[in-house]
């Protein structure tokens, strides 16, 4: 070799990273809570499915359009309004909590790396978006629902890589969840901007009283909120309901007052508000987000999806019908296609631009497994169907069936791509610990994956 081929090269900057201890050690913590959240979502849209297709489906659609509420506060609605408006607000809400932790003090606040997540959502965003447009081009009622591929089920898919991905590196779980947060974020605004309409002025402007209220007491009183399990519901859930309820007044939908109210709340800790200070200790955006996650993982987000996933398919005839509109195959494509294309192929050319690589413990073969499992789009999914086409509708049912049928693929084609992967990270910690065994030194792969301390591996 001559001189020069012997020169090592600049280190090029490496993108995808395995982010920070406590990074890795939250997001271990949040796949082992997912996976019981995500079965639970799962069952009860199993359920909804069969009901709303055995002998007694009206007593489903029954139950599911009894409505109540007060009408001069436009709150009247039905049982399956009231979960999406209401209930989703509190998943909405925990969204909130998630962005603002991660924009404040998680790793998104470092734009070398949030440049690759961010942009690998636009683009999981906008691939699926133009392939459902394509599909459905020139049907102006069925190109409403170009939004239903674009949203990532963050729920569903972090419980299926929980489920399979016990030994995948740190750096690929973390890339699955940014991605996902900002794919929520993306979808929050196309739910605020495209799906809002007659907008009141007045209600929204009127809005900002309990809004102030919420902000300044959730920054004012961190100690007590921190310590007292009951002072938020007791003092804090009465003005954001105030404020839900006058958000969803103006035209807005009500799902994004729960975002808003979650970005008020503080994610950095203030030795002079009387908190305690160091990164040791929890912001109380964290720790609400570690009270409510039950709460919406167990109940709020279940209870939605067993009132939007009935869908009284028809038998045979009718689920044929329903493979072959035009909305079923647009979203099937986007959503399993769409994603794969739109993530990997964006992440690629990000890392050619900004001449980055992958961090060294990953394989583009594990990009393109973790966009497989983006394709799981059903809560989000659901909600803009319904948005898009209204609940009950023709369209609006074979929007819901492309979403099952879409996600079920994208949760097999993730699956088998990130179990082979899984088992080939696994063989490798066991070769590492035999090597450690041997040698008499740790095991710098074990340590990087479980202990998640410094950057070995970088």
Do not use: C
């Amino acid at each position: 070799m001559s001189d020069h081929q012997d020169t090592p090269s600049p280190p090029a900057h490496t993108t995808l990273g395995r982010g920070t201890h406590s990074e890795v050690v939250r997001i271990g913590s949040l796949l082992r809570k997912e996976t019981v959240g995500g079965m639970l979502l799962v069952g009860a849209a199993l359920v909804a499915i069969v009901w709303a297709n055995s002998p007694f489906a009206d007593s489903y659609f029954a139950i599911r359009d009894v409505e109540f509420g007060y009408e001069p506060w436009h709150l009247k609605l039905s049982i399956g309004a009231w979960a999406a408006d209401g209930l989703l607000a509190i998943f909405f809400f925990m969204v909130g909590l998630e962005l603002k932790r991660e924009i404040m003090i998680g790793d998104l606040r470092q734009w070398d790396k949030a440049i690759v997540p961010v942009a690998a959502a636009f683009g999981g965003v906008a691939v699926p978006a133009l392939i459902y447009l394509a599909i459905n081009w020139g049907d102006s009622a069925a190109t409403q629902g170009w939004a239903i591929p674009t949203a990532t089920d963050i729920a569903f898919a972090v419980a299926v890589l929980a489920i399979i991905g016990s030994h995948l590196p740190p750096a690929l779980r973390i890339f699955l969840l940014t991605l996902a947060v900002v794919d929520d974020l993306i979808a929050i605004l196309i739910i605020a901007l495209v799906y809002s309409s007659g907008i009141s002025m007045s209600m929204l402007l009127w809005s900002l009283i309990p809004l102030s209220a919420y902000a300044l007491l959730a920054r004012r009183q961190r100690p007590l909120f921190r310590t007292g399990h009951m002072a938020a519901w007791l003092l804090l859930l009465p003005i954001g309901i105030a404020f839900w309820a006058l958000v969803h007044a103006s035209g807005i939908h009500a799902t994004i007052a729960g975002v808003i109210l979650g970005f008020t709340i503080p994610a950095r800790t203030r030795a002079d508000r009387g908190e305690p200070d160091g990164d040791r200790h929890h912001g109380l955006a964290e720790i609400f987000e570690h009270r409510i996650r039950p709460l919406s993982a167990g109940f709020a987000v279940p209870v939605f999806a067993f009132f939007s996933a009935g869908v009284a398919i028809g038998g045979v005839e009718g689920l044929t019908t329903a493979l072959g509109s035009t909305v079923t195959i647009g979203i099937v494509v986007g959503l399993v296609v769409g994603k794969i294309i739109g993530i990997t192929g964006v992440t690629f050319l990000v890392t050619k631009v900004t001449r980055s690589r992958l961090d060294p413990s990953l394989r583009w073969i594990d990009v393109i497994g973790v966009a497989g499992l983006a394709g799981i789009g059903f809560t989000v999914s659901l909600l803009v169907a319904e948005l898009s086409f209204g609940i009950g509708t023709e369209l609006g049912d074979n929007a819901k069936v492309g979403i099952f049928v879409a996600s079920l693929l994208a949760a097999i084609i993730g699956s088998i791509v990130l179990s082979s992967r899984n088992r080939y990270y696994a063989k490798l910690e066991a070769a590492d610990a035999v090597d450690a065994d041997q040698d008499g030194v740790p095991d710098v792969y074990e340590t990087d994956t479980h202990d998640s301390g410094s950057a070995t591996r970088d």
